[in-house]
């Protein structure tokens, strides 16, 4: 199997080790986390160790392991991503985690490296999904939308057709994107929020309709 190192801890790092575990294709080695102390197991029940930090990460490319990021909601986004950027990991060292009851039309998509789609999670025909974007359970993406690298959309979010989803944009639980807006970069969509206009770069957007928080 190969060998699968993960950039997070709790929350989303586990729902990635639980996807790569039951697909037989990884063996989880750790968390990389610049917080958590290095040997601090996390998890309940099955429990995953912290085995460095992303100072680590080049000692792990040398030694043919493979990444995911479990990075969602992030503060700072445009600086996480840039900093994301600057650890050089191939995009053939990603690993994609798709469940088994994701739908997945496949030939009629794209998607990318280092893609997380956990239970019940759908997209639809002509949809591109960018590389280390995060498709949460019951999420939904319409037919020819885009979602560009690391954005996120949480529990039960929907995305229409013909949406462009910006880099590094989180797309709270149960919001919603109406047919034919783009989200610009680095927003966050707030929980429940129905969006039904063009969102700015840089933005976060609220409540039924959004507006934008000031």
Same mark, same amino acid.
């Given at each position: 199997?190969?060998?699968?190192?993960?950039?997070?801890?709790?929350?989303?790092?586990?729902?990635?080790? &639980?996807?790569?575990?039951?697909?037989?294709?990884?063996?989880?080695?750790? $968390?990389?986390?610049?917080?958590?102390?290095?040997?601090?197991?996390?998890?309940?029940?099955?429990?995953?160790?912290?085995?460095?930090?992303?100072?680590?990460?080049?000692?792990?490319?040398?030694?043919?392991?493979?990444?995911?990021? *479990?990075?969602?909601?992030?503060?700072?986004?445009?600086?996480?991503?840039?900093?994301?950027?600057?650890?050089?990991?191939?995009?053939?060292?990603?690993?994609?985690?798709?469940?088994? @009851? *994701?739908? =997945?039309?496949?030939? $009629? #998509?794209?998607?990318?490296?280092?893609?997380?789609?956990?239970?019940?999670?759908?997209?639809?025909?002509?949809? @591109?999904?960018?590389?280390? #974007?995060?498709?949460?359970?019951?999420?939904?993406?319409?037919?020819?939308?885009?979602?560009?690298? $690391? *954005?996120?959309? *949480? @529990? &039960?979010?929907?995305?229409?057709?013909? =949406? =462009?989803?910006?880099?590094?944009?989180?797309?709270?639980?149960? !919001? @919603? =994107?109406?047919?034919?807006?783009?989200?610009?970069? $680095? !927003?966050?969509?707030? !929980?429940?929020?129905?969006?039904?206009?063009?969102?700015?770069?840089? !933005?976060?957007?609220?409540?039924?309709?959004?507006?934008?928080?000031?």
């Amino acid at each position: 199997m190969k060998k699968l190192v993960i950039l997070g801890g709790s929350g989303i790092g586990m729902i990635a080790a &639980n996807i790569a575990k039951e697909s037989g294709e990884y063996e989880v080695m750790g $968390f990389l986390n610049d917080v958590i102390p290095i040997g601090t197991n996390i998890g309940k029940y099955d429990t995953i160790p912290v085995i460095g930090t992303t100072d680590d990460i080049q000692y792990y490319l040398d030694n043919d392991y493979y990444f995911f990021i *479990a990075y969602v909601g992030m503060k700072r986004e445009q600086e996480t991503f840039e900093k994301i950027e600057k650890f050089n990991i191939p995009p053939h060292r990603y690993a994609t985690l798709i469940h088994k @009851t *994701a739908i =997945v039309p496949h030939g $009629f #998509c794209s998607i990318g490296y280092g893609v997380l789609m956990a239970p019940l999670s759908q997209i639809s025909p002509d949809t @591109t999904i960018g590389d280390n #974007c995060i498709l949460l359970a019951n999420s939904f993406l319409g037919h020819d939308s885009t979602m560009k690298r $690391f *954005a996120h959309l *949480a @529990t &039960n979010s929907v995305v229409g057709a013909n =949406v =462009v989803v910006g880099r590094g944009v989180h797309m709270g639980s149960n !919001s @919603t =994107v109406r047919e034919k807006v783009n989200i610009g970069d $680095f !927003s966050l969509v707030g !929980s429940g929020a129905v969006v039904l206009k063009d969102v700015a770069d840089n !933005s976060i957007v609220v409540g039924n309709p959004a507006k934008e928080l000031k």
